[in-house]
């Protein structure tokens, strides 16, 4: 006959009310000595008293038993049902995780999961049904949450860091700025703008502030080396430095010079149609919603861009440039 001691067999009904029930679920006496056999074998020899005195024993303890007594002989269900995080609070840090581009699909797995478990399992079968996005857009650099985490420890610390910086080229291949060569910041803070994370640091080679992506660091490393505190207003330097910007869905193709490959990466993913035209331009294929959105959207690049299909797009873009051309001709 199987026989547990006192402290396991507490700890087991804690995660049995913590992992199978919630407000929709509940168990009774009979359910539960149940669950303990499952795990511990048929011959299990429990006493219900002794259940009954765990189960007040975690109540004086402050974990959250609710008791279910309907009427006088009925069965009594019990359930674990306050969380620190509520369904739809869990449901928003997912779709969180799930859009975060700087993110890769393999820690978007691993964070996801660990989220699904501060629910009861039934709840966590809720959070199975994420948004979805296109997962080409998800960064492919391993171990960013580790890179983050040792960014906002050299912050915290105020301390010098040193990481190598690279961009995708019109080939889509990573390549590392200055030939490799390390980068030495003093490191200010971490900003969540675009979908991505950013370093806003002080480079000393450059002898001013910049901002990097997270997720193009390589080699992230924190020096001994420190640097006094400096008042820095992240928020206004945010503001002035990063901007966002809707149509039926159709095939473009936009002409575009080499140096805006990243944007259009970032904007499309790794894996949108790229095709090189001539040494200075390339032609990006995508779909995308054809509006005045994307019109605006395509302006922000002046001359460096030209579309090439579909006709309606070229037309209502030349209508916009004589519209343009108009306004500056007019007297002031």
């Known amino acids: 006959m199987t026989r547990i001691d006192n402290k396991e067999r507490l700890l087991k009904l804690m995660s049995i009310l913590r992992e199978e029930t919630d407000e929709d679920h509940e168990l009774n006496m009979d359910d539960i000595i149940l669950r303990f056999k499952q795990t511990y074998g048929s011959d299990l020899k429990l006493n ?39 369904l739809y609070e869990l449901r928003m840090l997912i779709d969180a995780v799930v859009s975060a581009k700087f993110i890769s699909k393999k820690e978007t797995k691993q964070v996801t999961g660990k989220i699904k478990q501060l629910a009861s399992q039934q709840q966590g079968k809720k959070l199975h049904n994420e948004i979805q996005i296109d997962s080409s857009i998800k960064s492919e650099t391993p171990f960013i949450r ?56 002080y480079y000393y080679e450059a ?10 660091l390589r080699n992230v490393q924190t020096l001994a080396e420190t640097f006094p505190y400096e008042a820095f207003d992240v928020s206004k330097y945010v503001q002035s430095t990063f901007h966002m910007f809707a149509g039926d869905e159709e095939w473009i193709k936009i002409k575009f010079h080499n140096h805006l490959i990243n944007v259009m990466i970032d904007k499309f993913g790794k894996n949108v ?29 002046g001359s460096q861009a030209k579309v090439m299909s579909p006709p309606s797009l070229v037309e209502t873009v030349k209508s916009e440039v004589n519209k343009l051309h108009s306004l500056y001709q007019d007297e002031w």
């Open 273 to 301: 149609s790229i095709q090189r035209d001539g040494e200075d331009h390339f032609i990006l294929s995508t779909k995308a919603r054809v509006s005045t959105g994307l019109v605006n959207w395509i302006f922000t690049f």
């Open 48 to 86: 219900k008293n002794s259940l009954k005195d765990d189960l007040d024993h975690l109540i004086r303890q402050g974990f959250d038993v609710t008791i279910n007594q309907e009427k006088d002989g009925l069965p009594k269900y019990y359930s674990h049902q306050y969380r620190l995080f509520e």
């Open 207 to 216: 002898g001013e502030i910049r901002h990097y992506r997270v997720d193009r």
């Open 146 to 201: 580790r890179t983050i985490h040792d960014i906002h420890e050299a912050i915290a610390e105020r301390k010098v860091i040193t990481f190598q910086y690279g961009r995708y080229d019109v080939n889509k291949q990573f390549n590392l700025s200055h030939e490799g060569r390390l980068y030495k910041v003093k490191p200010y803070a971490l900003a969540w703008a675009n979908d991505f994370y950013y370093l806003i640091a």
